[in-house]
């Protein structure tokens, strides 16, 4: 009998131990991906601090009653139940184990200390282990579910549940517009409808290499929550196995960066419709807490009637009062506040804005360097102020004016950091039509071409990949559904998307 017991107790503890060794297995990978770290001397999970929203509970939309309370308003507390469990009566309760344990014969006559410490399991960690059931909420997590199970038998394949309504398989695809970091953007032909989309197909693989789960996972996030005619908007969102699925508004016209390596500059017309474009985005942003965080022209594209449209809601955020550690961006658009590691709001897209003003207008970005830190020290060195000796032919005092003020390095002093109104009050706007300009009754001044879209998608080109080892080892890892549940709730149809005000 006490053979028996002995050989019972070894065979538990081998399996725990060989439980820990394989979820050790997928530590490896999620230490990659940046979503987790380990804490080497005992065998639990610890979750970094997300800064993005849950998926199931997205941040509120509303609008600030001022700009001074945005602070207050727009402060989030995301959060999920955490409920790991590692060894195999993890569904019974602490009182029903105990009671099993009395209510055995055996339970009693054999000392399991010795057998910890002859297969080297610290009682700290069995201690750990022994708490099935216990749920604890971790803060800013953008994983709103139960992780109920972390650690799967390796020959799991299970695929990430799939809207049968829509998959691959209900669109045509015409051709690639254009090749990005992690994958093709597609023009393709939604089957039923007949309509014309874009659809970037995203490789998670490459996703996991470059770390940028988190970034792909938030801009499906916010794109689902928001509508507007100045931005592109997502229609449908989905996944297989091997890659993400990202549907959203055709716009064929190219990006800025495009157009104004063809035209080096452009006139004041062409500026002020582009700018009024992205204001009227930029204010509907605002409005709901979401700061974009990286305006530049390579993020504003062109419709096929020559409307600019906001992309690229990668590294956008809600607003909160303390994100000064948040210093993602373009070094040579990015206010001095994110640079210098401070507390940011809104200003910083009014700042790019003027950037981008100033870049149209001279050919040249403000602040130049090869760095970062020559940027940084730039910004320190000098503030813009443009005089009238400096302006191009063709463009006004007024023009000069407002970059001045958008450019302010405090952004106490900025344009624009007592409200959106602010802006528009400025004289460089005075008598513009707004209305018509959203409702796009306005005859744009870029007139394209269909040869002008061809030149475009010739000249995209795919990045070079350095990480190609990392990727196919990241492709095999996405055969076990640990890996998968990274990009669990992705799936978006149009039907959820909420109903925004119109101007």
């Excluded at 995301?78 to 029903?96: A, K, L």
């Excluded at 005092?397 to 450019?407: F, H, P, S, T, V």
């Excluded at 990392?470 to 978006?492: A, W």
């Amino acid at each position: 009998m006490v053979s028996q017991v002995l050989s019972t107790n070894i065979y538990q503890f081998s399996e725990m131990r060989n439980s820990i060794c394989q979820r050790n297995l997928v530590q490896n990978f999620v230490i990659d991906s940046g979503v987790y770290r380990a804490n080497a001397n005992q065998s639990i999970l610890i979750t970094r601090q997300s800064r993005l929203p849950s998926f199931k509970n997205p941040p509120p939309i509303s609008t600030p009653s001022s700009p001074k309370e945005q602070k207050k308003m727009w402060k989030t507390n995301f959060g999920f139940q955490n409920d790991i469990s590692f060894i195999s009566n993890r569904d019974r309760s602490p009182d029903q184990q105990s009671q099993k344990k009395s209510n055995s014969p055996q339970s009693n006559s054999i000392t399991r200390k010795p057998f910890q410490l002859q297969l080297g399991i610290d009682q700290q960690m069995l201690n750990q282990h022994s708490k099935s059931r216990e749920r604890r909420p971790l803060r800013n997590s953008i994983y709103s579910r139960p992780t109920s199970r972390l650690i799967e038998d390796s020959r799991t394949t299970r695929m990430p549940s799939t809207d049968p309504e829509i998959n691959k398989n209900n669109f045509k695809y015409h051709y690639v517009l254009g090749k990005g970091g992690f994958g093709k953007v597609w023009r393709v032909e939604l089957v039923k409808s007949k309509k014309l989309y874009a659809m970037k197909e995203m490789s998670k693989a490459k996703i996991m290499a470059k770390k940028s789960v988190n970034s792909v996972m938030n801009e499906r996030i916010l794109l689902s929550q928001l509508k507007h005619p100045f931005i592109a908007n997502i229609h449908y969102a989905f996944q297989d196995r091997e890659h993400l699925y990202l549907v959203m508004d055709l716009l064929s016209g190219g990006d800025l960066r495009f157009h104004i390596g063809r035209m080096r500059r452009f006139s004041e017309q062409h500026t002020k419709f582009i700018i009024c474009s992205i204001l009227l985005a930029l204010e509907y942003l605002h409005q709901n807490g979401i700061i974009h965080r990286d305006i530049k022209p390579e993020n504003i594209v062109l419709d096929r009637n020559g409307y600019p449209r906001l992309t690229d809601f990668g590294i956008a955020r809600v607003i909160k009062s303390d994100n000064a550690q948040e210093t993602s961006g373009t070094p040579g658009y990015m206010a001095p506040e994110v640079m210098f590691r401070q507390n940011h709001s809104v200003g910083v897209d009014h700042f790019a804005l003027g950037v981008m003003i100033y870049e149209f207008m001279m050919g040249k970005r403000p602040y130049l360097g090869k760095s970062r830190k020559d940027i940084r020290d730039a910004i320190i060195a000098k503030q813009i102020q443009l005089k009238k000796s400096d302006l191009p032919l063709g463009w006004t005092l007024e023009a000069a004016d407002l970059i001045n003020q958008l450019l302010q390095r405090k952004p106490q002093s900025r344009l624009g950091f007592n409200g959106t109104q602010e802006i528009y009050a400025h004289q460089w706007f005075a008598g513009f039509p707004w209305k018509g300009l959203y409702e796009k009754q306005l005859a744009s001044p870029f007139k394209l071409s269909k040869s002008c879209e061809e030149n475009y998608i010739r000249e995209i080109s795919s990045e070079h990949d350095s990480l190609d080892q990392q990727i196919q080892e990241n492709s095999i890892l996405l055969r076990q559904e640990t890996v998968q549940n990274l990009f669990q709730n992705y799936t978006y149809m149009k039907e959820q998307q909420v109903t925004i005000k119109r101007f």
